[in-house]
């Protein structure tokens, strides 16, 4: 038997052929997705995923979607748009169940399309099964293969749907949930955080990496009440408590019978998305025993050691640059003020800019504040630098506001290697900083100086051992092995010599 969707009325399969949608321009790494799950029998789990997915809509602005499990029946809503816009109560009360799992998503494999959003559901022979994702497996294209040759109808381009499909053949080939379920991760490279809903029970996994992250949470006063989650902010919005990460290379097996874990990888090692810390998850979340905000306040900090310049004050790019700012300013003894103050209700827009407001920039989220600003010697700190178009029009608009000097600083080192691993960062050709100097990005911004954070002060800056972390887009060290034609689409090799 082969896996198939159920139909799902919300669906509408001729946007298979339809042209793509999302602006993928943006001068910023973008986060691939957010993941939330619930087990709580006798609460509202639709609602409760609704309030996680709303606190994890930094990772991911281009579709939402809930699938609740009722016993056998599974029910299912997805759309393109922010949480708020997919979800109100009459859809939420349409969700029943005991557990659900829920996804925010940017797309980084698969078109911008709702058929490619998720929860990716199949049906099985033990029923159905949702799966939601974080990550970007390397080795899509050869999984696929496999499957398409085993003759299973794979409706979309995500590497999300691939896994599932390997997960419902293993099940179909008359494996138990947990052994099938391992199998299929067994045959998966790259980097998956994943939260799976079945009939019987919820999963939380880890790929043996564990590049992104995944936590444990429990909500109530039962101990089998469990939440799953990108981020503790998730758990906190719902008033879940946080228990644990689940570790590199682990399933957590969530039933009625309580939480049981399997550590199904043989070699994990920690290689947590460094980005992760210094600007994808928001600032609130708890990683390795700590605030975000407080490992950004001490990059800060260190910036300021390693690249101080004189000025009369120092300002954040809002809002991921603002606690490096801080630390900045404390560190240096500049007083901090706030120069830029920020459109908190932009959100993603598919509607495009007059051309007239493109040449204006970048105010329509970021305006300087003039009063601030004018006749002085500012030093503004933002998290990172892609391709520099953007942080080139932000000096000419302090600039334009009356600064004197504008010099940046960078709370993270040069980004001169593409993600394989679910940020979209770009082809390498695209990044600034993979074929220009720190002197010639300067000159293109047109600041007075440049400075980034030097990859020692970004990793010592952690609690954790520094072999912790992947930091590839800053060094080109990938952990996990990327197939040579997947490298080629993103990296600037050298040409083969015949
Ligand atoms: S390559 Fe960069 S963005 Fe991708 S996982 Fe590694 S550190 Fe994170």
Redesign the pocket.
Known sequence: MNANYPPVENINFDELNMPEQSDHSADK?EEACGVFGVFAPGEDVAKLTYFGLYALQHRGQESAGIATFDGDEVHLHKEMGLVSQVFNETILNKLPGTLAVGHTRYSTTGSSRVVNAQPAVLQTKRGALALTHNGNLVNTSALREELLQNKHNLLTTTDSEVIAFAIAEEINAGKEWLDGAISAFQRCQGAFSLVIGTPVGMMGVRDPNG?RPLVIGTIGTTEERYVLASETCALDIIGATYLRDVEPGELVWITEQGLASFHWAQQPQRKL???EMIYFARPDSIMNSESLYSYRMRIGRQLAKESFVDADIVIGVPDSGIPAAIGYSQESGITYAEGLIKNRYVGRTFIQPTQTMRESGIRMKLNPLKDVLAGKRVIIVDDSIVRGTTSRKLVKALRDAGATEVHMRVSSPPVTHP?F?G?D?DNQDQLIAATKSVEEIAKLLEVDSLAFLSQEGMLQTTKEDPDNF????FNGDYPIAIPETIKRSKLMLEPTKV
């Open positions: 790494p590049v998305c460094i980005f993600c691993y940020i960062t992947c930091s590839a887009c």
